[in-house]
């Protein structure tokens, strides 16, 4: 086996050394570091972008607080101006039909007083006919001539005994 | 079988030019050419990738930082805060092994993870550097790593020979587990393709889809040597600190 040939172990182990020996240093002081500054500054930048996002992201929660306040108090705002609207109007219909019952009551209690009133002078009326009617007839059928009291007395008693 | 179509003349190694220092033999082989064009393959990709630096990557910017963080993420899992310091070691040493394997695995290229002297020294040097830190985060008491609480004191007799073992025989396994995988993946791929050229036209289609699976299936594997190099290394580091 040409592996356990003494003849180039020197010759292997000198170039070997050499070789790796160069190879460690250059990484170590050349494309470590480099690839290391990188990493850094892509994972600073990573971390700028990440609290810029959560920056911005507290501005807009802010935003969203404040819109949300403004519409509640818009809200409350349109609710009273509705509930004040309302609150008038409903104020005004109650007056207007309140107007309106007293003007219906008093134009009622008028004609009732009116009716009332005619009533009771067609009522006299027709008493003055009713004696005029029995004094005729009874002057007429008996020759009596009857006052108008007593006629009045006899009406008043039928009334009482058709009562 | 003649020498020459051995399935392990593969892993010979050719001297491309003849060095000598201080009496020892250091030639530049096509050992060390695999060496320099992973080192070359690494260092040039992480370079010309990360050049830009660009917050939003490109693609191949993007494979550079996914190493990046594989191993990062490897690191702090097992070891944890303590691990940041030994990263660019344990990224060296992942790098190496699986660009080392992936450059093996391009035909006619050598494989340097598949010899045992290159393994055994990444092993060693990991095994001597977590030894040292041992000692360092613990002084003397790192020997109570061998120590395990709570077992029958007539068991420790025997157990503390066995931990002192198979703490010993860490670089060994570290390495041959490597150089073995690799050995054996490119010795059977070498069989197969001497299937193919030996039998009759129709039946070698059979050992080339043979081949073709198994080429998939090494590429899986030189990515999962590098994983197992790179894991145990953290895990070795993470019993240097915590020692149960």
Same mark, same amino acid.
């Given at each position: 086996?040409?592996?356990?040939?003494?003849?180039?172990?020197?010759?292997?182990?000198?170039?070997?050394?050499?070789?790796?020996?160069?190879?460690?240093?250059?990484?170590?002081?050349?494309?470590?570091?480099r690839i290391?500054?990188v990493l850094?500054k892509r994972?600073?930048k990573?971390?700028?972008?990440?609290?810029?996002?959560?920056?911005?992201?507290?501005?807009?929660?802010?935003?969203?607080?404040?819109?949300?306040?403004?519409?509640?108090?818009?809200?409350?705002?349109?609710?009273?101006?509705?509930?004040?609207?309302?609150?008038?109007?409903?104020?005004?219909?109650?007056?207007?039909?309140?107007?309106?019952?007293?003007?219906?009551?008093?134009?009622?209690?008028?004609?009732?007083?009116?009716?009332?009133?005619?009533?009771?002078?067609?009522?006299?009326?027709?008493?003055?006919?009713?004696?005029?009617?029995?004094?005729?007839?009874?002057?007429?059928?008996?020759?009596?001539?009857?006052?108008?009291?007593?006629?009045?007395?006899?009406?008043?008693?039928?009334?009482?005994?058709?009562? | !079988?003649?020498?020459?179509?051995?399935?392990?003349?593969?892993?010979?190694?050719?001297?491309? /030019?003849?060095?000598? #220092?201080?009496?020892?033999?250091?030639?530049? +082989? $096509? /050992?060390?050419?695999?060496?320099?064009? +992973?080192?070359?393959?690494? +260092?040039?990709?992480? +370079?010309?990738t990360v050049n830009t630096r660009s917050i939003i990557p490109s693609r191949m910017q993007l494979i550079s930082e996914l !190493?990046y963080n594989?191993?990062?993420?490897?690191?702090?899992?097992?070891?944890?805060?303590?691990?940041?310091?030994?990263?660019?070691?344990?990224? /060296?040493?992942? !790098?190496?092994?699986?660009?080392? $394997? !992936?450059?093996?695995?391009?035909?006619?290229?050598?494989?340097?993870?598949?010899?045992?002297? *290159?393994?055994?020294?990444?092993?060693?040097?990991?095994?001597?550097?977590?030894?040292? #830190?041992?000692?360092? $985060?613990?002084?003397?008491?790192?020997?109570?790593?061998?120590?395990?609480?709570?077992?029958?004191?007539?068991?420790?007799?025997?157990?503390?020979?066995?931990?002192?073992?198979?703490?010993?025989?860490?670089?060994?396994?570290?390495?041959?587990?490597?150089?073995? $995988?690799?050995?054996?993946?490119?010795? #059977?791929?070498?069989?197969?393709?001497?299937?193919?050229?030996?039998?009759?036209?129709?039946?070698?289609?059979?050992? #080339?889809?043979?081949? *073709?699976?198994?080429?998939?299936?090494?590429?899986?594997?030189?990515?999962?040597?590098?994983? *197992?190099?790179?894991?145990?290394?953290?895990?070795?580091?993470?019993?240097?600190?915590?020692?149960?």
């Open positions: 086996m040409p592996q356990l040939n003494p003849e180039f172990f020197v010759s292997q182990l000198f170039w070997l050394v050499v070789f790796f020996s160069f190879l460690f240093v250059f990484l170590w002081r050349v494309s470590l570091p290391a500054t850094e994972q600073n990573i971390d700028e972008n990440l609290s810029n996002a959560k920056k911005l992201q507290e501005e807009a929660k802010e935003i969203e607080v404040n819109i949300n306040e403004k519409i509640k108090i818009a809200k409350k705002e349109t609710d009273d101006q509705i509930k004040k609207i309302i609150t008038s109007l409903e104020n005004e219909v109650s007056s207007q039909l309140s107007i309106l019952d007293r003007d219906l009551e008093e134009k009622i209690s008028k004609s009732e007083k009116e009716i009332i009133s005619n009533r009771n002078s067609q009522m006299e009326n027709i008493n003055d006919q009713i004696t005029d009617i029995t004094k005729t007839i009874v002057s007429k059928i008996t020759d009596i001539n009857l006052s108008d009291s007593d006629i009045n007395k006899a009406i008043k008693s039928g009334k009482e005994y058709s009562n | !079988m003649a020498a020459k179509d051995s399935p392990l003349k593969q892993f010979e190694i050719d001297p491309i /030019s003849n060095i000598e #220092l201080g009496g020892y033999n250091i030639s530049f +082989t $096509n /050992s060390s050419l695999a060496m320099l064009i +992973t080192v070359l393959v690494i +260092t040039i990709f992480l +370079t010309i !190493m594989f191993i990062a993420q490897l690191l702090s899992d097992t070891v944890g805060d303590n691990g940041k310091k030994y990263f660019p070691f344990v990224f /060296s040493l992942f !790098m190496f092994v699986l660009i080392g $394997n !992936m450059v093996g695995m391009i035909p006619y290229q050598f494989t340097f993870t598949s010899h045992i002297i *290159v393994t055994f020294a990444l092993a060693t040097v990991v095994f001597v550097g977590v030894t040292i #830190l041992g000692f360092v $985060n613990h002084g003397i008491k790192f020997f109570s790593f061998f120590y395990i609480p709570g077992v029958p004191f007539y068991m420790h007799p025997l157990l503390i020979p066995i931990e002192v073992i198979s703490y010993l025989s860490r670089p060994i396994s570290l390495s041959v587990r490597l150089f073995a $995988n690799m050995l054996a993946g490119h010795t #059977l791929l070498k069989v197969f393709a001497g299937f193919v050229v030996s039998m009759p036209f129709f039946t070698g289609v059979f050992p #080339l889809a043979f081949i *073709v699976a198994l080429t998939g299936l090494e590429i899986l594997i030189a990515f999962l040597q590098a994983y *197992v190099f790179a894991i145990l290394t953290c895990l070795y580091i993470n019993d240097a600190y915590h020692l149960h």
